[in-house]
């Protein structure tokens, strides 16, 4: 009986002891793949989505008063003095300059909050309201023409905003294929939900330059990527989406999962940018449906863009290694082959600016699926998926009604068809066909020169480009870089709200255009620095001046 027993409590306590075993392996095997996912995280709090949420949220307000302002690093009484001058004379320049453009602003201001938010974070914000008070220099224009921008004023600047990257070919190019596009489509005018045939040949004209099969046609670059990603999770099966650390891709919450969106994406993960370990986390997880490169992190891999108002010190780094990104693109895609998840080239900026081809030509790696918007539109509105047939397939013939929906007013209007037809077009006539041609070794050269020039002129800072796409860099430490933006628009150079960190040159600047642009530029530098701002103590680092903000935080924070 008691053997009985024994050999009857013996079955369950071996399942028992298999199935304890089988947890406590599972809980290993969880452990460390959750391990793995916490390596493949980038050391900066950018690469911590969650956390930099928080942080944010601890980070109290503080603002420097006129003392402060100036001797935020403890320079000297006569360096203090030099500043405020500098500032004094910047100032009145504003004011009489630009008078009619910042009273606009202001006006409008009261009721656009995008003006509002764009006029808060153009310098650090302990900095931010004397500067708002006294460097107004206004978000309106009056027109554009060549190279250059005219504000109400009537102050011609060189524009070096690029409108986000819209600004390929030049503005004039844009205007006319605005007006040939519209003319193309008048007839049919704003008819919606029926497609004008135009739209039938931006398909074939993208099909032969994505080398895709099927495309979808969005209002804006982040829906294009809201419909990629979804089609990926729809085909995979899997919840997923993996971004690089500091890549952007829209505003949409599950590509945005840090600082600015209120919610945690609890379905994204955000991975080391060129990073070996990210790749192992690719190979193990069965959950990643798709992932997201932005092309433009090559040149500056796992930091997010280049904004003004994060230029508390000189430690921005940037720099355009091309050889190494492409070898890293190609272990990337054939991870993702390897492992049944959707490769995403989220070519919203770079494509059709670094070639026709968009990266997968430049760089030589064929993703799944590629995004573009921006520039493709003509100048108007635009966002494109563009994918293999699989892919891109929104229903199931074995499940009809398990479908995958997208929509969107909007999509196909006969006037943004029309302009990127007119676009499209352009890009195969003569002018069009060289408009890439020793494109990389131009910039290269131009960014070049400019940084002999201001090596030359002995002022610390230098530029890095991924082709004409720039940023801009500081060669000693300091708090005061992002004044240069001001120094910069008196000179005549127009920047976009994110400042020095993004400079995005059309590709019909000529020699003489940049080379009166590079003469603004170093005389801009030169007058800061002449005024004190780069005054600096040698023995000061970077790491210093950020600790030293981190003890005003502090103070702020017991202070309130
Ligand atoms: C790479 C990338 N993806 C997506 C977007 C979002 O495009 P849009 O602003 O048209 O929504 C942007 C915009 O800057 C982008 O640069």
Redo the contacts with the bound molecule.
């Keep these: 009986m008691e053997a009985n027993l024994t050999a009857v409590a013996a079955q369950p306590l071996a399942l028992w002891g298999a199935g304890a075993l089988a947890v406590v392996a599972a809980a290993a095997t969880k452990g460390r793949a959750r391990l793995m996912l916490s390596r493949a995280k980038h050391r900066s709090l950018a690469g911590h989505a969650r956390m930099s949420r928080r942080v944010a949220g601890l980070i109290p307000a503080w603002s420097y008063d006129e003392q402060r302002f100036f001797r935020a690093d403890a320079a000297p009484d006569e360096v203090v003095r030099l500043r405020q001058a500098g500032f004094q004379r910047l100032s009145a320049l504003y004011r009489e300059r630009f008078a009619r453009t910042a009273a606009l602003t202001k006006e409008a201001a009261t009721g656009l909050s995008d003006l509002q938010f764009t006029g808060s974070y153009r310098v650090p914000f302990q900095f931010s309201r004397l500067v708002r008070e006294n460097l107004s220099a206004g978000s309106f224009l009056a027109a554009s023409d060549g190279v250059t921008v005219t504000d109400l004023d009537g102050n011609r600047f060189y524009d070096l905003a690029g409108s ?2 819209v600004n390929l070919m030049g503005f004039d190019a844009y205007k006319r294929m605005i007006a040939e596009g519209a003319a193309q489509v008048a007839e049919l005018g704003p008819v919606l939900g029926a497609y004008h045939p135009v739209v039938a040949d931006n398909v074939a004209r993208l099909k032969a330059i994505s080398k895709m099969d099927e495309m979808s046609f969005h209002m ?4 294009a ?1 809201m419909q990629a990603v979804r089609l990926a999770r729809y085909h995979t099966k899997r919840s997923h989406v993996v971004r690089f650390c500091g890549a ?4 949409w919450g599950d590509v945005q999962p840090g600082v600015g969106n209120p919610t945690p994406a609890d379905y994204t993960y955000t991975l080391a940018d060129m990073s070996e370990t990210s790749l192992k986390v690719l190979a193990t997880r069965k959950n990643i449906a798709c992932v997201l490169v ?1 092309p ?1 992190q090559a040149l500056h891999p796992n930091s997010g863009a280049p904004s003004d108002s994060a230029l508390v010190d000189s430690s921005r780094k940037a720099g355009f290694d091309k050889v190494a990104y492409a070898a890293w693109l190609e272990r990337l895609a054939e991870t993702c082959r390897a492992n049944g998840i959707v490769l995403i080239f ?1 070519d ?2 770079v494509g059709f600016r670094l070639a026709k081809g968009g990266s997968a030509e430049y760089f030589g790696v064929q993703p799944d699926m590629v ?1 573009y ?2 520039t493709l539109g003509g100048g108007l ?1 635009v ?1 494109v998926l563009c994918g293999r047939a699989a892919l891109m397939k929104r229903y199931r013939d074995d499940r009809p009604v398990d479908i995958c929906f997208a929509r969107g007013t909007f999509n196909s209007h006969p006037y943004v068809m029309g302009a990127m037809n007119a676009f499209l077009r352009a890009l195969d006539t003569d002018e069009g066909r060289v408009l890439y041609e020793g494109a990389d070794d131009l910039w290269n050269g131009r960014a070049a020169l400019l940084n002999a020039k201001l090596a030359e002129a002995g002022v610390p800072v230098s530029v890095s480009n991924l082709s004409s796409i720039w940023t801009v860099g500081y060669t000693q430490p300091s708090r005061y870089n992002w004044m240069l933006q001001y120094y910069l628009r008196a000179e005549g150079l127009a920047l976009s709200w994110v400042g020095t960190g993004r400079l995005i040159f059309s590709l019909n600047y000529t020699d003489a255009d940049f080379a009166e642009v590079a003469g603004r530029f170093v005389k801009a530098a030169k007058a800061m620095q002449a005024d004190g701002w780069w005054w600096h103590d040698p023995a000061v680092t970077n790491r210093m001046i950020r600790r030293s903000i981190l003890k005003e935080m502090w103070a702020a924070r017991r202070a309130k």
């Design positions: 986000y990257g804006s670059g982040t829906e990527v952007y891709h829209g505003w932005n433009l989220d919203v900026f995004t918007g921006k509105p966002g």
